[in-house]
Structure formats: structure tokens, C-alpha cells
């Protein structure tokens, strides 16, 4: 017999392909390869290195929902439920390329011929229908829709790139200085306080408990960034400087569903990940108006019935939480302890240079945008920083490592123009945008009160090891995501009191602070 040449797992590499096959085998989710474990063997050459790197990460496809601005009311439903299809076809597509990597290192065209290819022919079929749909109500479906079919295959370091790379800091904001815990607008643009990631270099691969993030490059030590949070504007003549908190507590209750009814009204785990719910106690996909208005509410002040949710946060410590064997959960990658915050501040805020109006009642809003590792950065708007940090360092396309005795903290300031017409629009995007770093909202939009949500962690600090982190926090998200910062997100649906409205539009536009 021949010698056997093979180099020996270092130990890191065997546990970390130990912990893959108990969560394949104990935690009833996803076979997760870990197929980057060569890349940290002992003595492994860059170009080993850099070979684990140019592997195919994820699928990246183009996001048709975003495409559709203008969809008849009366064939929303149906294609919601189109859409809400083409992200469970790029689920199980992912969830393939996570289970074949045998496949996939014995043949160049594995990807593309048995993931991507067949990927694009039942997104062709869907993109087909809502066409359909379209036209049946008498709409016409841009020109352009057919030609969103095909997907991409994104490389470890092709994701990082479209994420910021190792850069620091959260991008230059635009229309700053509304929000008191945050900037206000998305985070696409130039990046602030770049130079190296600190504390212990990139790891390759997808990393994460479950194989798909988040990686070593998607942590930074928050006291080495320098700081990037603009001034905010001063208020002016006619602006409105009040404020109105509603204390909703921080989900106590838990409740919890991977639905998004905003999106995918009427299907279950349309989110493909979990969310922390306060205020209204019946939000799930087949909520409507009237379910909201008939709801309880979490909220102290009982005239807010309003729905505020976002992605839970876990911390990938080997834990499996209830979701473990759920979609949404486990099966979908997100996995990990999940985490309550114990502090959950909603704050609606004005306008420095106009008074505020009503928000419609059942007015939706979706600030950021869970699928940035595909579409980029221009709609994120996820802002994450450390107690006694945050008016000097806002990230959007990293987490924070806080020092002791400062906690992790996510912020997020929504829309605050309205078009004065739509509860909803059919992107969930047009139908409000932001100010300007004035103030002005543009094209004819009225300023609305400008809701602000600051919620406060108490996580461990994750360590940085060897181009390693351990004890990772991530916020959930779609599988194919990787679980980058830059996809946090939040949503909110407007149920309060016609009269505690007026009273809350009153006290923005007379300076007071009220609650």
C-alpha cells in the first residue's frame, strides 16, 4: 500500500466539522457542509485559502418584488403569492448548493446545470404568471420582468464585497439629523472609518453555526472605528421638534411567527425567518384591518394597536432554540439562542423644517431590506452600535463588539414622507421615502411623524480567533442571506386611535414630549 498523503485536520478543523454533523444529525435541520475546513488546516497555503474563498457561497438573484411598483390593486393578492413562491424556489435552491458540495467539487457545471439552470426555468413559469396576473386586470407588467428569471452563483469573497468588503463604519447617510437614535436614510454610499477589519482578519468560508454566516469580516471591534454619525439638523422656523413615545414592552408574551403579512399576506413563513413581535397580538399572515383593529396590544397606551416586528437576534453558541427543527428556523439556517431585548424604545419624532400630518390608519412600512447580500446596499438602513457609542459610530455592514459593560444596540428610523394616497404600494416601498438632510420631502409627499425604534442587547461579546468568531450574534434572515448586518430590517403597521394620532400629531408639531 501506498503512504496515505493526506494532511491531518488540525483540531479546529475537526470540531468544526464535528459541530456540523451533530447539527445535521441532532438538530433535524439542514445538512450544512462544512466544506471551508481545509481552508484552516495547518499549513494551508493562501492559495488554499483564497481557493475555499472563490467557492460558490450563495445564490444571488434579482429581486422581482422591488421591479413592481405599480401592480392593480386588484391582483395584489395573487401576485404576493407569486413572489412569496420565488423566494421559497431560492430557498430550496440554497439549500441544495448547502448539500452538495461532494457534487459540486467533483464536476465545474454542477451549479449551473442542476441549481441555477433548473432554478431559472420555475422562475420563468412564476415571472410568467404575475404577467398574467397583470394583464388580467388590465395592467401591463414592465417590459423588462422576463428578464429577471436567471440567478447567479455569488463566491465567499464576492459577498463580502457586496457588503462593504472590511470596511467600517455604516456608509455615508443621506437625509440625516430627524431621528434622535439614528440617521435616517439608507446606508448605501461611501463608507466611513475604513481601513482593515480589526481583531484577527476574515474568516473564509460561510461560517455560522449553520454554515451560512455570519463570518469573522462581519464583526468589528467598536472602540477602532472612527467615528461617522453626522450632525443633525437643527430644527427651523415651522419645523416640529416633539416627540411621542409608546412603551410596547419587548415581547414578553413571545410571540413569535416566521410570517411577514405585509409582504406575503396569506402565506405561512413567508419571512423564512423569525420575528419578535410588540404591540398588536395578531399579526400572522392572515391578519387583515379588521383583525388589527379587534386585536389586543401590548402597548400601554391601549389606543395603540400598531404592529412593530423585526428579526429576532441569536447567538450561534451551539444552542438550539424551539424553532430548531422549524422552517423559518433551524431548517432555513437560522439557528442559534434566541435573544429577548431588554430594552425596545418606540419614539415618533418630527421634521426639522415642517409640521407633521396624520399617518393614515393601516398605513404599512418596511424600513431597510432583508436581501442587501443580493440587491446591494441602496434601500439598507440597519444601524447597529454599543451603549455609549451611538452618537459617534453607526454600522450598517458590520456588527458591533462591544466593550465590557456596553450592550449592543440596533436603531432604525423609518420613512417619513408620505404620497398622500396609499396605505401600501405594490414594492412596499413607493408609497413613502425619506426627507432630505433639510427635511424636504420630495415630489409632492407630506412629512409624517417619523417613527424611531432603539432596541438594546445584553450578548456576549463574540471573540475573534485565528480569523475565527466565536459566539457569534446574528439577526435572522433568508438562508441565502448569510446573516449580514446589512439585512436587518423592521416593519411596522400603523393601528392607532384616530384621537391618539391627532394628540401625537399635536404634540410633535407644538415641541412637547408626550407619551
Known sequence: MGRNTRKRRSPLAVRAVAASAALALGGGGLIWANYYASAHEENSSPNTTKAAAAQVATISCPDVGQKLPDVPNQARTEVDGELATLDQQITDAYQRLATTRDAQARDAQFVQNSILQPLKDRRSAIIDRIKLEISRVGGTAPDSLSTLAGCNATTADQTQANNGGQQQGGGQQQGGGQATASPSAPAGGQQQGGGQQQGGGQQQGNGGQAGNGPVAADFVDITKVRPNVPQKARTRAGGSSGTFSSACGVNANKKFNTDNVIVAPGVTNGAH?????????????????????????????????????????????????????????????????????????????????????????????????????????????????????????????????????????????????????????????????????????????????????????????PTLQNGQIKNAYAVDGFPEQLHKPATDHDDFINVFDENVMNKMVNCINRGQRCR
Request: overall charge positive; aromatic content about 10%.
Open 273 to 461: 425567518h423569525l420575528h419578535d413581535y410588540v404591540g398588536n397580538q395578531s399579526n400572522d399572515a392572515f391578519a387583515n384591518n379588521d383583525t388589527f383593529a379587534a386585536a389586543k396590544t401590548s402597548c400601554s397606551n391601549q389606543g395603540d394597536k400598531s404592529s412593530y416586528y423585526w428579526p429576532v437576534v441569536r447567538i450561534q453558541n451551539g444552542t438550539q432554540d424551539f424553532d430548531q427543527n422549524n422552517d423559518g428556523g433551524g431548517k432555513e439556517g437560522n439557528v442559534g439562542q434566541i435573544q429577548q431585548a431588554k430594552q425596545a424604545q418606540i419614539k415618533f419624532v418630527g421634521n426639522p423644517k415642517s409640521k407633521v400630518v396624520a399617518m393614515p390608519k393601516f398605513l404599512r412600512i418596511i424600513t431597510g431590506d432583508a436581501k442587501t447580500t443580493t440587491n446591494g446596499l441602496a434601500n439598507a438602513n440597519a444601524h447597529w452600535s454599543c451603549t455609549g457609542f451611538e452618537n459617534k459610530v453607526q454600522l450598517t455592514t458590520q456588527y458591533p463588539i462591544c466593550p465590557q459593560g456596553s450592550s449592543v444596540v440596533r436603531t432604525f428610523a423609518f420613512q417619513s414622507c408620505w404620497d398622500g394616497q396609499n396605505i401600501d404600494s405594490a414594492n412596499h416601498r413607493t408609497h413613502v421615502a425619506f426627507a432630505d438632510a433639510q427635511g424636504n420631502c420630495a415630489n409632492g409627499f407630506k412629512a409624517i411623524p417619523q417613527l424611531t425604534m432603539r432596541l438594546v442587547y445584553n450578548v456576549p461579546a
